[in-house]
T-cell receptor, first 112, second 111 residues
Framework: SQTIHQWPATLVQPVGSPLSLECTVEGTSNPNLYWYRQAAGRGLQLLFY??????ISSEVPQNLSASRPQDRQFILSSKKLLLSDSGFYLC???????????FGAGTRLSVL | QKEVEQNSGPLSVPEGAIASLNCTYS??????FFWYRQYSGKSPELIMSIYSNGDKEDGRFTAQLNKASQYVSLLIRDSQPSDSATYLCAVNSGSARQLTFGSGTQLTVLP
């Protein structure tokens, strides 16, 4: 069966520090991968999605970036965090032929 | 801009009652519709998917879709306190396997 791993679970970072969040999927090949951010009490905002290695589409201009160095690995990065980057970051995957998305456990990021 | 709107809530129902959650969407070409449940502090989990007009039942959950009215709903029968969560409606957006999510409806089932 397919599983998705996301880490760390929580992270507290100072303003201006770098960020790297990692997500990996097991049990499937060539998944579509997604990064979302959820502000407190709000819906999910799609940040990036990828349909293959090295293929990244950005939905929202910001100081975040994403990379997909391997088929089942998706990384969210920032060179300098802002206070507004605080939130709940979720990685998700879907198979190539379906729209159903399955979520990782999420990373709660607090930028202080 | 493609939008998904959910009734704002919060919604409170007594244990054993039927909870009704509603969602409307703006993109007429959407073909796939999903309901996710999100417990506080946790990630969303899929509970229902529906692709055709009409009703789809899975245990205590029933999803209803009306593409002509651009409306999808979720009924939870015999509501339990463990159903207390935020329910997110999601609709596919275009060919890139993207989903647009509503802001969610918070449901509280009172014992």
């Amino acid at each position: 069966s397919q599983t998705i791993h996301q880490w760390p679970a929580t992270l507290v970072q100072p303003v201006g520090s770098p960020l790297s969040l990692e997500c990996t999927v097991e049990g499937t090949s060539n998944p579509n991968l997604y990064w979302y951010r959820q502000a407190a009490g709000r819906g999910l905002q799609l940040l990036f999605y990828s349909v293959g290695i090295g293929q990244i589409s950005s939905e929202v201009p910001q100081n975040l970036s994403a990379s997909r160095p391997q088929d089942r690995q998706f990384i969210l990065s920032s060179k300098k965090l802002l206070l507004s980057d605080s939130g709940f970051y979720l990685c998700a995957w879907s198979s190539g032929g379906e729209n159903i998305q399955y979520f990782g456990a999420g990373t709660r990021l607090s930028v202080l | 801009q493609k939008e998904v709107e959910q009734n704002s809530g919060p919604l409170s129902v007594p244990e054993g009652a039927i909870a009704s959650l509603n969602c409307t969407y703006s993109d007429r070409v959407s073909q796939s519709f999903f309901w996710y449940r999100q417990y506080s502090g946790k990630s969303p989990e899929l509970i229902m998917s529906i692709y055709s007009n009409g009703d789809k039942e899975d245990g205590r959950f029933t999803a209803q879709l009306n593409k002509a009215s651009q409306y999808v709903s979720l009924l939870i029968r015999d509501s339990q306190p463990s159903d207390s969560a935020t329910y997110l409606c999601a609709v596919n957006s275009g060919s890139a396997r993207q989903l647009t999510f509503g802001s969610g409806t918070q449901l509280t089932v009172l014992p």
